[in-house]
């Protein structure tokens, strides 16, 4: 039943990786919420307190979510459901339930692109997200978005310009606006396209999401692009997670020096497609995907959308800025409990000011190149490193 997804999706303190371990032992939510405490502990790759916490039969906050879904016209989308899509249950670490509001594309047969950059854009990335974006739906593409300020909204316009399918994907409740001015922006995403969450309704964003957002947008798509990005940002991790993810890796060049297009420019250098126009990206899948993709021909100039009036405004309170991803987070103490060995080896490893390389964690810890990737990516996604240029890591938390 529904009710047993929800109830493990929310489990309070249970790790990610524990979730998804806990189904591949018992084959269902509702064998794991039936399980005794020794069938629990016998499952492979569990800490015995993550495992504990499945001990915890409180279905209340199941039932309240299901209600709100209901009233809210939002509908669950679990990954054992055949329109799951394929591609992002195959990533390290796919979300158990999407809460979907629209029609869901059959993502596993589009050429979809996310389209990520800084919040903090310039009227160059502005201008660039929504032209490409728009390219991108014209030409077959579907666009997916994060919906944030910035890049992430521009780029939700352009392909609603063009007519096209929008997947917004977003780091709260879909009943939440973030921003708030970006209300209209969702109502129209809805209804053009889908919008999705891992986060139940009412879910307010919090600094954290937004990495573990990104990870869904690059695995429902066959590339990413980045707009513009600053040395530190929240795309650049998406798009490492693309290229983890065996993703096409597109990046928008931006002028020499200037501070949102350094993380764009870096990433063409170290051998990213340069991408001017949204076929630069699309004739790469244009054999793949040989009915949905041509070329979109010319576009007329680019001009804003229009900006719509609502005739009564909301009431609302005013919403409190949620910091970029980008920004360092307050050094605080983690257990070690839900982390997996890997990871708990490189925090030993890290420090806190010296930042070391990848290569260097490798040779130190003696855990292969692809688990060390993707150890340091959860770390970073769970606000527990950093990474500086040169691919240099530094911790940013205490082990109890």
């Given at each position: ?17 524990s ?14 919420f039936f ?5 629990l ?11 504990e916490?499945?001990?915890n ?16 016209g ?7 459901d ?33 389209v990520?950059?800084?919040?903090d ?13 728009q ?17 992430d ?70 590339a990413a ?9 929240g795309?650049?991790i998406?798009?490492?997670?693309a290229?983890e993810q ?7 060049p ?11 420019n ?31 021909g ?7 959308l229009?900006?719509r ?27 070690p409990e ?61 082990l109890?």
């Open positions: 039943m529904l009710k047993y997804w929800v109830w493990l999706a929310e489990l309070p303190g249970l790790k990610s990786p979730r998804l371990a806990l189904l591949r032992h018992f084959g269902s939510p509702e064998d794991i399980a005794d405490r020794e069938e502990l016998l499952a492979e790759d569990v800490p015995p307190k993550q495992a916490l499945a001990l039969r409180d279905l209340s906050a199941a039932d309240r979510i299901l209600a709100d879904c209901q009233r809210l939002q509908r669950i989308l679990t990954i054992q055949a329109e799951y899509p394929q591609r992002l249950r195959n990533i390290f670490d796919p979300p158990l339930v999407l809460y979907v509001k629209g029609r869901m594309p059959a993502m596993d047969e589009e050429a979809a692109v996310a990520v950059g800084t919040r854009c310039t009227p160059y990335g502005v201008a660039a997200a929504e032209r490409l974006s390219e991108l739906a014209a030409s077959g593409a579907v666009v997916v978005t994060g919906l944030a300020k910035g890049v909204a521009a780029a939700a316009r352009g392909a609603l310009r063009a007519g096209g399918s929008v997947v917004g994907v977003t780091g709260n409740g879909l009943d939440v606006y973030y921003p708030w001015e970006s209300r209209d922006l969702y109502d129209d995403v809805a209804a053009a396209g889908v919008l999705l969450s891992e986060y139940p309704p009412g879910s307010e964003p919090e600094k954290h999401h937004f990495p573990a957002r990104n990870r869904i947008m690059s695995g429902l798509g066959v692009l980045v707009v513009e990005a600053p040395e530190r940002s795309a650049l998406t798009a490492r997670l290229l065996g993703r096409e890796v597109y990046a928008v931006g002028p020499i020096g200037a501070p949102a297009s350094v993380g764009c870096r990433l063409i250098r170290d051998g990213a497609g340069l991408a001017a126009e949204g076929w630069d990206i699309l004739r790469d899948f244009q054999e793949r995907f040989p009915e949905k993709l041509r070329p979109a010319e576009l007329p100039a680019w001009t804003p229009p900006t009036r609502r005739a009564a405004p909301e009431p609302r309170q005013k919403q409190e800025a949620v910091p970029e991803p980008e920004e360092t987070p307050a050094l605080r103490t983690v257990s839900g982390l997996t060995d890997d990871q708990i080896a490189l925090l030993g490893v890290l420090e806190l000011e010296n930042p070391i390389q990848v290569d260097d964690l490798i040779e130190t810890t003696g855990i292969p190149a692809r688990r060390v990737s993707s150890a340091l990516t959860m770390l970073e996604i769970d606000g527990c490193a950093a990474q500086h240029s040169g691919k240099r890591y530094t911790r940013t938390v205490t109890e």
